[in-house]
């Protein structure tokens, strides 16, 4: 089934404590995103990946790291998270950057103290 | 700058007609697209307008004005498996990131 997934879904952590949360997809697509949505302000996009090796910063990237190793896997890391970073995460896919459906995981929701 | 508006909520009754608007100003505008997230769940892709005019996917079409920075979403024969948050979005391909408007909550009544 061509899917993305993300781990973990649900997440509580506290202030300083380095996190990363991981995502694949299985339908071998070039561009990946991670974005946040908090009530009232929609999806925010926090980093973007065109390809491997290739990344870029969104709206939002600030106390936020990503990484594209391989194609399938893009993880979040979050190296010392605040409770502003408190939000609901999702990281998305597309076959290229000019496919404008995108597929999205699950979402991750994250506390932090 | 750069901006999305779409109204917060939106109510209708089952069967019934809505429209959902998105009025736009971006840099580099190639086309308006438009997601449906269920409570809980994760959004899900319903259209894109690269053209102007309208867009039919059964119950649903989506239309584009590009001179008036405007397009909208409308759901016939509305069912209360609808009631969802609609969003609209904008792929910027010069910066190759998305941008999405605040969401739309629809509630379909009985």
């Known amino acids: 089934e061509a899917q993305v997934t993300q781990n973990p879904r649900y997440l509580i952590t506290v202030t300083g404590k380095k996190l990363t949360v991981t995502c694949s997809q299985n339908?071998?697509?070039?561009?990946m995103s991670w974005y946040r949505q908090d009530p009232g302000l929609g999806l925010r996009q926090i980093y973007y990946?065109?390809?491997?090796?290739?990344?870029d910063k969104g709206d939002v990237p600030e106390g936020y790291k990503v990484s594209r190793k391989e194609k399938r896997n893009f993880p979040l890391i979050l190296e010392s998270p605040s409770p502003n970073q408190t939000s609901l995460y999702f990281c998305?896919?597309?076959?290229?950057?000019?496919?404008?459906?995108?597929?999205f995981g699950p979402g991750t929701r994250l506390t932090v103290l | 700058g750069q901006s999305l508006e779409q109204p917060s909520e939106v109510t209708a009754v089952e069967g019934a007609i809505v429209q959902i608007n998105c009025t736009y100003q971006?840099?580099?505008?190639?086309?308006l697209s438009w997601y449906q997230q269920h409570d809980g769940g994760a959004p899900t892709f319903l259209s894109y307008?690269?053209?102007?005019g309208l867009e039919e996917t059964g119950r649903f079409s989506s239309f584009l004005s590009r001179s008036d920075s405007y397009g909208y979403l409308l759901l016939q024969e509305l069912q209360m498996k609808d009631s969802a948050s609609y969003f609209c979005?904008?792929?910027?391909?010069?910066?190759?990131?998305?941008?999405f408007g605040a969401g739309t909550r629809l509630t379909v009544k009985p």
């Open positions: 998305a896919s597309s076959l290229s950057n000019r496919v404008v459906e995108q597929f």
């Open positions: 339908m071998n697509h070039e561009y």
């Open positions: 990946s065109m390809n491997v090796e290739v990344t």
């Open positions: 971006t840099s580099g505008f190639y086309g």
């Open positions: 307008n690269a053209l102007d």
């Open positions: 979005a904008v792929p910027q391909y010069n910066n190759n990131d998305m941008r």
